[in-house]
């Protein structure tokens, strides 16, 4: 228990580190929407067969605190098991990293983000995942959800859109 | 005696520059300059220089961060804009020291600015000045600012960097046809230090203040990545322009000697004065040289690198003081070295 205990706070401070090192211009304020293509597959502990699990989601998002961290929404659909379901929850994304262009400003990010998601055949996930945001235009996910109420593992990796428009700084000289 | 100050571009070492002009005033209240020349960062400082507001230059110059001169963004979400910085920082800025009084004031004293810009249309440096009737050059166009806010907007214009900071329409409110709509940038693209406009407006005592030290580091490390090559190229761009623009006026100025050292000789040789004037009169050719005898050009700048990153885009603070003490001592250097014979500005 210690040893997982020490673990948490390392990883923790690493995390409030790399968040307070960085000088900001990712996760401004702002509202942002995403949309994802996912696709992975069900495990179960027994011997069931894996099954395939591919959707599309749309992820509403807005910064809760500024250059920091994000909350909204998952709504979407996903065919498995020759079905087609919906699924939706909150979520939360979490910047761990800022990639740096120089004194140019941002490149990208590196963020997790954490979400709960009731799905319409009983489904009941919790998990996560890590994302690579490549200038704000395009996300790279691998994600990890456990179905506790139909207790199997949802592995996917998907890729998301920003479909939101980028609010531009509002210039008072002409130009 | 016509006497300029010019001041080049370099962005927050324009600090350097602010340490300069304090010093002098200490040592030479009486001072005084019939125009002031700036480019980018120079043109930044040439209105308040003017206006006698060396405490504010000092304040704007020492108290500013990066963030509040651009606003930075993820890159992505510039890719399609003018350019990668946002300047309203820097323009509100602008309004805040570079008032109507300071410009109404400007026009009450016997010192006229010039602010070097670019046009991206024309390609051609273009000069606002408060010189309400200066004199035409073949190598670059002259407009006369029509109020406090022109001016405002020329200086924003001078101070853009194209690339990173956005195109100015200077002449949007001010201006008929397709001219209200051309865009401007940075003066220091095709003119770094305005030496050569300082002899076209016929000063011939100038007073020209650097921003880069006349010899370059070596620098140790490797460039790596695309970022820091591509900081390093806009650093070398930025001097390259400067070499150009100080090399001219040197020859020019070196030539001036030459011929006066030559007709000195002759002189000591027993030729005399007239016969001297007509060897110097060449049928159809005429002297390029005759309107700028006596020409006079103090440089002064700093022995090594003043930081401030690639172009001068970073503003802070603490190094802004020390670049201000720089300035300070360098002026110090400068007045000891002078010859006092060539101390004209004393009354």
């Known amino acids: 228990m210690s040893r997982i205990f020490r673990v948490y706070c390392l990883l923790l401070c690493s995390l409030v580190s790399s968040i307070t090192s960085f000088s900001q211009t990712e996760f401004p304020k702002e509202f942002i ?27 509403p998002q807005f910064t809760l605190v500024p250059n920091k961290l994000r ?48 799905g319409t055949d009983e489904q009941h996930l919790a998990g996560g995942g890590i994302n690579l945001d490549l200038l704000n235009k395009l996300i790279v996910n691998l ?7 139909l207790a199997n593992w949802w592995i996917q990796c998907g890729i998301a859109f920003r479909i939101s428009k980028t609010k531009q700084p509002k210039e008072t000289f002409p130009n | 005696m016509k006497r300029a100050l010019v001041i080049s571009g370099g ?52 108290t500013n961060t990066t963030d509040k001169v651009v606003t930075k963004h993820r890159i992505g979400d510039r890719l399609n804009q003018r350019s990668i910085y946002s300047v309203e920082p820097l ?39 408060t010189n309400p009737a200066p004199k035409f050059s073949p ?12 001016m405002r907007l020329a200086v924003l214009g001078s101070a853009c960097q194209p690339v990173f900071m956005t195109p100015i329409k200077i002449d949007l409110n001010y201006a008929n046809g397709k001219e209200k709509e051309f865009q401007y940038v940075d003066g220091g693209v095709r003119e770094y230090a305005g030496i050569q406009m300082a002899i076209d407006q016929g000063a011939n005592e100038i007073f020209c203040i650097l921003l880069a030290p006349e010899s370059r580091e070596v620098e140790g490390k490797q460039y790596e990545s695309l970022f820091p090559i591509l900081e390093r190229t806009i650093s070398m761009f930025s001097e390259d322009v400067e070499k150009n623009d100080i090399l001219i006026p040197q020859i020019h100025r070196k030539t001036l000697r030459y011929l006066q050292s030559v007709k000195q000789k002759m002189l000591n040789d027993g030729i005399s004065q007239n016969q001297i004037d007509e060897y110097f009169k060449i ?51 400068f007045i000891a070295k002078l010859d006092p014979r060539d101390v004209t500005w004393i009354v």
Request: include cysteine; proline fraction near 3%; aromatic fraction near 10%.
């Open chain 1, 33 to 59: 929407t995403h949309i994802r293509l996912h696709s992975g597959m069900i495990t179960y502990s027994n011997s069931e067969p894996e099954l395939f699990v591919g959707g599309l989601q749309i992820i």
């Open chain 1, 71 to 118: 909350g909204g929404l998952v709504a979407g659909a996903f065919y498995t098991d020759n079905n087609i379901n919906g699924l939706f929850g909150p979520t939360i994304s979490y910047k761990i990293a800022e990639f740096k262009g120089g004194h140019f400003g941002s490149l990208g990010n590196l963020h997790i983000n954490l979400d709960h998601l009731w």
């Open chain 1, 143 to 149: 994600s990890a959800h456990r179905d506790y109420k």
């Open chain 2, 11 to 62: 962005g927050s070492k324009g600090a350097f520059a602010v340490g300069i002009l304090q010093r002098l005033r200490i040592l030479f209240p009486t001072l005084h300059f019939d125009m002031i020349i700036g480019t980018s960062t120079g043109a930044l400082i040439a209105p308040l220089a003017a206006a006698g507001q060396l405490d504010l230059l000092e304040e704007l110059y020492t």
């Open chain 2, 91 to 129: 323009w509100q800025l602008i309004k805040k020291y570079i008032t109507d009084a300071h410009y109404n004031n400007i026009l009450q004293t016997n010192t006229h600015i010039y602010l070097n810009t670019t046009c991206l249309q024309t390609q051609e440096t273009v000069v606002y000045t």
């Open chain 2, 139 to 150: 190598n670059y166009a002259i407009k006369t600012t029509k109020d406090g806010e022109h």
């Open chain 2, 283 to 333: 049928d159809g050719v005429s002297n390029p040289l005759e309107a700028s005898d006596n020409l006079r050009l103090y440089l002064i700048r700093p022995e090594a690198s003043l930081g401030g990153g690639p172009g001068g885009l970073v503003f802070d603070p603490t190094e802004m003081k020390a670049m201000v003490n720089t300035g300070r001592d360098a002026a110090q250097d």
